[in-house]
């Protein structure tokens, strides 16, 4: 079991930046691989970025690519997501997910342990 708490989100202007953090309490985190999903009012769900456990490597979304930043600090128990060059479509309540000893994917069904969802607005 882990339990997933989100923070860091709020109120920017386009072009500004966020660190989201996801702290993480429970199993050895190191084993987990993490993903952060965002969700906008009336929208599905969709992926943003993932680290793997084991190497550490990462993967992102297309509209994210080149803009937001997914690492993790297992001593810390914490992923972070670094987002720049907000625009105001990455509008959304954006949650932190993670799923023990499998291989990060794009998709919901992969993650069992779910936070709560931190509020990511940027105004134009």
């Known amino acids: 079991q882990v339990q997933l708490v989100e923070s860091g989100g709020g109120l920017v202007q386009a072009g500004g930046s966020l660190r989201l953090s996801c702290v993480a309490s429970g199993r050895t985190f190191s084993y987990y691989s993490v993903a952060w999903f965002r969700q906008a009012p009336g929208k599905e769900r969709e992926f943003v970025a993932a680290?793997?456990?084991?190497?550490?490597?990462?993967f992102y979304a297309d509209a994210v690519q080149g803009r937001f930043t997914i690492s993790r600090d297992n001593a810390k128990n914490i992923v972070y997501l670094q987002m720049n060059s907000l625009k105001p479509e990455d509008t959304a309540v954006y949650y932190c997910?993670?799923?023990?000893?499998?291989?990060?994917?794009?998709?919901?069904?992969?993650?069992?342990?779910w936070g709560q969802g931190t509020q990511v607005t940027v105004s134009s």
């Open positions: 680290i793997r456990w084991g190497d550490g490597s990462s």
């Open positions: 997910a993670a799923a023990y000893f499998r291989d990060a994917t794009m998709t919901t069904e992969t993650y069992n342990y």
